[in-house]
């Protein structure tokens, strides 16, 4: 525990209070599921792409990142070229079409593409179980968070996190959550741009920061990592998130193809900008702290006893706001998941009203479950983060990636899919990784062969079922 300013306070308790506004002024037009889910349809560009970057800047980056470059060195920064190639992927293969099918949840198009309700339910139960492992590491991260600043258990620092978020969540669904994310997505950027040259100067320059680590230890300014590690970081986080469930459903709220596709780009401008920082940061707190007994503490650190009180208030607020955002897309997703995708399809009659009900309801028990696996956290955050990263890609990416482009993909095969990639990654990861791959290889793989294999033994899905995705 620090000892926190006025100013420090101010600044922390002033970006909730603005946040919570926010949510509750964009929330006033919605009427409809619809509304809530997917903003309207109304979100531009600019809000699209910060909202889209916000969302991916999790705890596993302002956290998590930092605190594995503090503890393993540079080298770990060649996992961001594999995930800016999985949204290369999305904007060429699957942003546009998804934006045209016009759906308001994620398996509503498993269940158009494939004519399956039992696909689209199967997904819809995925999601929620693997955006629960990742609610995990938001809250772990938060936890951390308030725990370095007040001292008080991470539980609590957790509960507040997730308290503040679920109330603008609630309230005013996809558009404040669009909305919230442009104001945290320019305040990442903006505290990095001013946080990284005081930081510098007070760890004595890019040499001083590179010869101290060289001598402290090789491995953080050469390979730590091997070979076989960069490439399954890459590859868990580039092909989750070219069909990553969170922003995907922020693709249904944009104008149109043309406003996803801009959005994306304006995406890789935050990104770059942030990608550069935590690799700037995660090394010169290094350098100043050479012994931290939490790596994922790094940060939170820096913020209270390097950065002047202004500065620190406003890293910390993007870390939170990084935190938030990342939990905001889930809860929606997840809770959608259930009240659209679930409930939906059991209770056929529901109405709009009921469906909404459920949703919130959702929202706040897939906002509480987590809280009890994160006291007790299985691994740093961004290992966390990258369980959930391979999960994700293990059961989606083949379906939405090949089943958009391909026209003879069938549901059996899909639901197959979808069962081969986690069983998959789930015996992977139990027996320890064998061979050193990381557990997303594996599980993309079997998850791919099945879909091509099986669709060439079962039955076609109907034309009606490809006219939204195929020209022809």
Not at 29 to 53: C, F, M, Q, Y
């Amino acid at each position: 525990m620090f000892d926190v300013s006025p100013v420090f306070l101010l600044v922390v308790i002033g970006y909730f209070a603005i946040t919570v506004a926010i949510g509750l002024l964009a929330g006033r037009g919605n009427k409809t599921s619809e509304d809530h889910l997917v903003a309207g349809r109304s979100i531009g560009p600019v809000i699209g792409g910060a909202a889209l970057a916000a969302t991916q800047l999790s705890a596993g980056t302002f956290v998590g990142t930092i605190g594995v470059l503090y503890l393993t060195g540079a080298s770990y920064l060649w996992y961001w070229p594999g995930l800016w190639a999985g949204w290369i992927v999305s904007a060429l293969f699957v942003a546009p079409k998804f934006q045209k099918f016009k759906g308001v949840t994620v398996p509503e198009y498993i269940e158009k593409r494939y004519n399956s309700k039992f696909a689209k339910m199967l997904a819809a139960i995925l999601i929620v179980i693997a955006y629960s492992v990742y609610l995990i590491a938001q809250y772990v991260a938060g936890g951390i968070l308030i725990n370095t600043l007040f001292g008080i258990p991470m539980i609590w620092g957790a509960t507040i996190t997730i308290g503040i978020t679920l109330i603008y969540t609630m309230k005013g669904g996809m558009k404040a959550t669009a909305y919230s994310d442009f104001f945290q997505a320019i305040i990442m950027a903006g505290c990095f741009l001013v946080a990284v040259p005081i930081l510098m100067q007070q760890s004595g320059g890019f040499s001083s920061v590179g010869a101290f680590l060289s001598e402290l230890d090789p491995g953080l300014t050469g390979w730590h990592w091997s070979f076989k590690d960069l490439l399954g970081f890459g590859l868990a986080f580039g092909l989750s998130m070219a069909i990553a469930p969170y922003e995907l459903a922020r693709m249904y709220s944009m104008k149109s193809e043309k406003t996803v596709r801009l959005a994306i780009g304006y995406s890789f401008i935050f990104q770059a900008v942030i990608a550069v920082s935590i690799g700037l940061v995660g090394l010169a707190i290094r350098s100043v702290y050479p012994v931290l007994s939490n790596p994922d503490s790094a940060s939170s650190i820096m913020a209270l006893d390097i950065l002047p009180p202004v500065i620190g208030a406003l890293f910390m607020v993007a870390i939170l706001a990084s935190i938030m955002s990342t939990v905001s897309g889930i809860m929606i997703v997840s809770a959608s998941a259930v009240s659209h995708d679930i409930y939906g399809t059991i209770k056929k009659d529901a109405t709009d009203k009921q469906k909404m009900f459920v949703n919130r309801i959702a929202v706040l028990v897939l906002a509480i479950i987590p809280l009890i696996f994160a006291v007790k956290p299985f691994d740093m955050v961004q290992f966390i983060v990258l369980v959930q990263a391979s999960l994700v890609a293990s059961f989606f990416f083949a379906i939405v990636v090949i089943g958009l482009n391909w026209k003879r993909a069938t549901g059996t095969a899909a639901i197959i899919s979808m069962i081969g990639g986690v069983v998959t990654v789930l015996i992977w990861f139990l027996l320890d990784k064998p061979f050193g791959l990381n557990e997303v290889i594996p599980g993309v793989t079997v998850s791919t062969i099945l879909l091509i294999v099986f669709s060439y033994f079962t039955k076609p899905v109907p034309k009606e079922s490809l006219q939204p995705f195929f020209n022809d």
